[in-house]
């Protein structure tokens, strides 16, 4: 940290370190942490974690979000969903501190360095924190189940329990109609492409992707390989030559943009799916477990498993990958 930023964040660490005791425990990422009383001033780290807040009926509690992922309009504005956007990735400590919360929220295991934002020491000066099970280290597979869980600890900490309780029946109810529409159906293999920036990342067996496209009655095309996170190469794609291409659409890496590689590229432009233009374009932050996730598996199984009365969108490959 520079010198100069030294005295600033001091002086805020003392401010925060004459906050109350917190008394009151909750249950996350394998250990308790405790707040005193419904938290006030919450500041939300990642555009997923604000979300599930939002959903939950945070309402003006939600003092701050930070680190868009797929709203370019909100970015420019300064505000999503009328919470003012406090960084364009993850703020500093002196930024964060500066705006007083009793609770802060990540989505990824990165909004809680190990520096004065970590939540050791967040809890030291006694500001609560809350990372999203998903994140948390060690995590099991079980997404759907994290999401349930990080509704009712949140929902619980702002007094929402029933709010909490409505948003993981419309979770199951989503769940179960998409299910409900590929029973007895074939399942298609689908590459997920998240960037094309450093060549053509996805995810292998272990990942949120490949459970969201099984609750749509589809399949990750490179289960086989057990790893949450891969790169691939065109020709290896080619090879794999997958039904459908599901295509992230993130700031830093635009659906758009990924469009245009796929219809350039030589090698690329030569899958099934690219030729008979079988995209789906997706928000990013529907991609990763959080309040959208139902929704989402229930609209993948309606593109993927189109009704009698809508013209078939594929003929799945017989799965020989």
Not at 95 to 111: E, H, I, M, R, T
Not at 142 to 163: C, E, P, S, V
Not at 225 to 248: C, F, K, M, Q, Y
Not at 300 to 321: D, G, Y
Request: aromatic share 6%; with cysteine; hydrophobic share 40%.
């Amino acid at each position: 940290m520079p010198r100069n930023r030294l005295p600033q964040c001091l002086a805020l660490l003392l401010w925060l370190s004459a906050l109350p005791a917190l008394a009151d425990s909750y249950p996350n990422c394998g250990q308790s942490w405790s707040l005193e009383a419904a938290p006030q001033r919450i500041v939300a780290l990642n555009q997923h974690s604000a979300d599930l807040l939002l959903a939950l009926g945070a309402g003006p509690a939600l003092i701050g979000v930070a680190y868009l992922d797929d709203d370019g309009q909100a970015q420019a504005q300064g505000h999503y969903h009328g919470v003012p956007v406090i960084a364009r990735q993850y703020p500093s400590p002196e930024v964060l501190y500066s705006l007083k919360p009793d609770l802060v929220v990540g989505g990824f295991a990165s909004a809680f360095p190990n520096n004065f934002s970590s939540r050791e020491r967040l809890a030291a000066i006694g500001v609560g924190s809350y990372l999203l099970e998903s994140a948390c280290a060690g995590h099991d597979e079980d997404y759907f189940g994290h999401i349930r869980q990080d509704l009712l600890t949140l929902g619980h900490l702002l007094g929402k329990d029933a709010r909490a309780r409505q948003l993981i029946a419309e979770l199951d109810s989503d769940l179960a109609a998409a299910a409900a529409l590929y029973q007895g159906r074939q399942v298609p293999s689908v590459f997920y492409l998240d960037s094309e920036v450093n060549g053509l990342a996805s995810q292998g067996q272990r990942g949120f992707v490949g459970v969201l496209l099984h609750a749509a009655g589809a399949r990750n095309s490179f289960a086989s390989i057990d790893r949450p996170r891969l790169v691939v190469d065109s020709e290896t794609l080619l090879h794999n030559d997958p039904d459908v291409l599901l295509l992230a659409d993130a700031l830093w890496s635009p659906a758009s943009r990924k469009r245009r590689l796929l219809h350039s590229d030589p090698v690329l432009s030569r899958l099934r799916a690219v030729r008979q233009d079988r995209l789906i374009d997706i928000p990013f932050t529907q991609l990763v477990p959080g309040i959208a996730s139902g929704r989402t598996a229930l609209e993948l199984a309606q593109r993927l498993h189109p009704t009698q009365r809508q013209a078939p969108s594929f003929k799945p490959q017989a799965e020989n990958q």
